[in-house]
C-alpha cells in the first residue's frame, strides 16, 4: 500500500526566504505526482503535476522535482510571501485508474510567512 | 469552464438526520471522486465514478453513505442517519482519462452536532 510521507509538518519563516518542502512516498512505481495548496477551510488547488517520466515542473516562483527511484518530490518555493502561506499536500497516483490507489495524499506541510 | 462546484459550502445537522451533497464535476471530465478530509490530515478517497457508473468504493464508506452520477453528470453524496465521526470536509474531484491531473473543488464542509 502506497504510503507519502511530507516533512516537515510546519514551517515559519520570514518573508522573502526560499524554501523546500519534502515530500517521499514509500511505492516508486507512480503515475504522475500533483502538487495542491489548501488555504483554511477551502478546497485544493493545483499548483504542479508531474508526470512520472519528468523530472521536474515549474510555475512562475514554484519548482517542483521528482525522483521516482528513490520515492522523493520537493517543492521549492522562490522569495516566499505573506500569500504563500498556506498548507501544502504532495498526492502521488499509482496508475492511470481513479480508484483508491488512484491519488494518495500526505498529511501536508503546514506553511506561514511571517511579513 | 467554472471549474468543479460543490454545494452546499457549508452544512450544520443534527445527529441522526440525512444530509445531500452535490457536485458538478468540470463539463468535459468523464471522472468523478469524492474524498473525505478530517482536520490535520490529507484527504481520503471515498469513491469514483466513470461516466455513470460507480467503479470502486473505499471501506470507509459504510452502508449509511450513498453516491451517485446520473447520466454522468453531476454527483450526489447522501449519509443517512449522520454520526458525529461524519463531521468533516467532503471534497469532490473531476478528472479526465488518462495521464491527467484531478481538479478539486471548494468542498462542502459538514459539522454533526
Known amino acids: 500500500k502506497q504510503e507519502v510521507t511530507q516533512i516537515p509538518a510546519a514551517l515559519s519563516v520570514p518573508e522573502g526566504e526560499n524554501l523546500v518542502l519534502n515530500c517521499s512516498f514509500t511505492d516508486s512505481a507512480i503515475y504522475n505526482l500533483q502538487w495542491f495548496r489548501q488555504d483554511p477551510g477551502k478546497g485544493l488547488t493545483s499548483l504542479l503535476l508531474?508526470?512520472?517520466?519528468?523530472r521536474e515542473q515549474t510555475s512562475g516562483r514554484l519548482n517542483a522535482s521528482l525522483d521516482k527511484s528513490s520515492g522523493r518530490s520537493t517543492l521549492y518555493i522562490a522569495a516566499s510571501q505573506p500569500g504563500d502561506s498556506a498548507t501544502y499536500l504532495c498526492?502521488?497516483?499509482?496508475?492511470?485508474?481513479?480508484?483508491?490507489?488512484?491519488?494518495?495524499f500526505g498529511k501536508g506541510t503546514h506553511l506561514i510567512i511571517q511579513p | 469552464d467554472t471549474g468543479v462546484s460543490q454545494d452546499p459550502r457549508h452544512k450544520i445537522t443534527k445527529r441522526g438526520q440525512n444530509v445531500t451533497f452535490r457536485c458538478d464535476p468540470i463539463s468535459e471530465h468523464n471522472r468523478l471522486y469524492w474524498y473525505r478530509q478530517t482536520l490535520g490530515q490529507g484527504p481520503e478517497f471515498l469513491t469514483y465514478f466513470q461516466n455513470e457508473a460507480q467503479l470502486e468504493k473505499s471501506r470507509l464508506l459504510s452502508d449509511r453513505f450513498s453516491a451517485e452520477r446520473p447520466k454522468g453528470s453531476f454527483s450526489t453524496l447522501e449519509i443517512q442517519r449522520t454520526e458525529q465521526g461524519d463531521s468533516a470536509m467532503y471534497l469532490c474531484a473531476s478528472s479526465r482519462q488518462g495521464a491527467h491531473g484531478y481538479t478539486f473543488g471548494s468542498g462542502t464542509r459538514l459539522t454533526v452536532v
Open positions: 508531474i508526470q512520472s517520466s519528468q
Open positions: 498526492a502521488v497516483h499509482m496508475y492511470s485508474g481513479g480508484g483508491a490507489d488512484g491519488l494518495t
